[in-house]
């Protein structure tokens, strides 16, 4: 058990009531919850209380819940929070709210159409582009939590994803905000074997490879015992 | 975990807290508490509502019909209660963030003398 389990299943499960789970693929740190589940993982850090889902192509006119995820969310006590710098929306416990502490956040790959926060009609939502987002698209799989079906990215590609990201992090905490990202990575490191993580990250090219083999030198000087076991 | 994730962590937590702080104190700003009064004018009866806005104490008309003093008193008395309970919560969360930068304060100290 560990903190928010319960908001975090009843916010699943209120997603897959509305039919708006199979739009969603669950990314950040909140999978390693659902992976726990599925695989004999040992050992679970766990430090955010932001939940991040990532949408395959949100223009999409087939992207819709009934009703949508924002009516949804509200009648759970979230409300859609704007950021007034980057117009990012998030769905943050309601004011009055005594129980709910987690906050939500919808993400989207950049593209033709998607350069700026963009609001998908059929969902109510608005996402927020990131680069890289692909890579977690192209590699998902469903998994059941609590008997509920959830789409994750594979933990190879999810774990190559996070130190890829690591060295994207920019502003006064990167370097320290870099270490937990690698963290969360080495969880999935130790459970899978480096060979796996490397594995997946080889099928990109290009900039992704870089940034990952960038973060996996930081990661080798990080956990050098860990990996000549 | 790590000290380091634990610090980005409790940092985190501080800046939502720090934002959820501000956003009910600009709601409990927005959104006074409401009083309502009746006054008999010309044998007729009216209905007002007082707030403070600004240090200042303002009355507005409410309605004038028994029906809709019913209606609307509803509503406010909703409200009111809301606002009550974000009062409450604004004071744990001030409590909250008193204990996480305290929290922030012995890892910051740790991670240092690592």
């Not at chain 1, 889902?53 to 409300?79: A, C, E, W």
Request: with cysteine; net charge positive; proline share 4%.
């Amino acid at each position: 058990m560990f903190e928010f389990e319960k908001e975090f299943h009843s916010i699943l499960k209120n997603l897959q009531e509305i039919g708006a789970l199979r739009h969603l693929i669950l990314i950040g740190s909140w999978v390693l919850p659902v992976y726990l589940e599925n695989y004999p993982i040992s050992h679970l850090t766990f430090t955010t209380s932001d939940i991040d889902f990532t949408i395959i192509r949100p223009h999409d006119p087939v992207k819709k819940s009934n009703p949508s995820i924002h009516k949804q969310l509200t009648k759970m006590g979230y409300f859609p929070h704007r950021s007034p710098l980057t117009q990012s929306e998030k769905y943050i416990p309601a004011l009055e709210s005594k129980k709910n502490k987690l906050s939500i956040e919808f993400l989207c790959e950049p593209g033709r159409i998607i350069k700026n926060p963009y609001r998908i009609k059929g969902l109510g939502i608005t996402v927020t582009p990131l680069r890289y987002q692909h890579v977690l698209h192209e590699n998902a799989i469903t998994l059941a939590y609590k008997g509920i079906n959830t789409t994750v990215p594979k933990p190879a590609f999810w774990a190559a994803h996070k130190i890829a990201m690591s060295q994207l992090r920019s502003g006064e905490q990167a370097e320290l905000k870099k270490m937990k990202d690698l963290d969360g990575a080495r969880i999935i490191v130790n459970f899978l074997g480096y060979e796996d993580v490397i594995d997946a990250s080889q099928h990109y090219k290009g900039k992704f490879l870089s940034l990952f083999k960038k973060g996996w030198k930081i990661y080798q000087n990080r956990f050098p015992e860990e990996l000549i076991k | 975990m790590s000290i380091e994730s634990n610090i980005v962590y409790l940092k985190e937590e501080i800046k939502n807290h720090q934002e959820r702080l501000q956003l009910m104190e600009k709601y409990l700003k927005d959104y006074p508490a409401i009083s309502v009064y009746k006054r008999k004018i010309s044998g007729n009866i009216y209905y007002y509502k007082k707030f403070w806005k600004n240090g200042k104490s303002i009355s507005k008309f409410l309605c004038r019909n028994e029906n809709e003093y019913h209606r609307e008193i509803k509503k406010i008395e909703a409200a009111n209660k809301k606002r009550q309970i974000i009062k409450k919560q604004l004071q744990g969360n001030k409590n909250a963030i008193k204990a996480l930068k305290k929290q922030l304060q012995i890892a910051e100290k740790a991670f240092k003398n690592v």
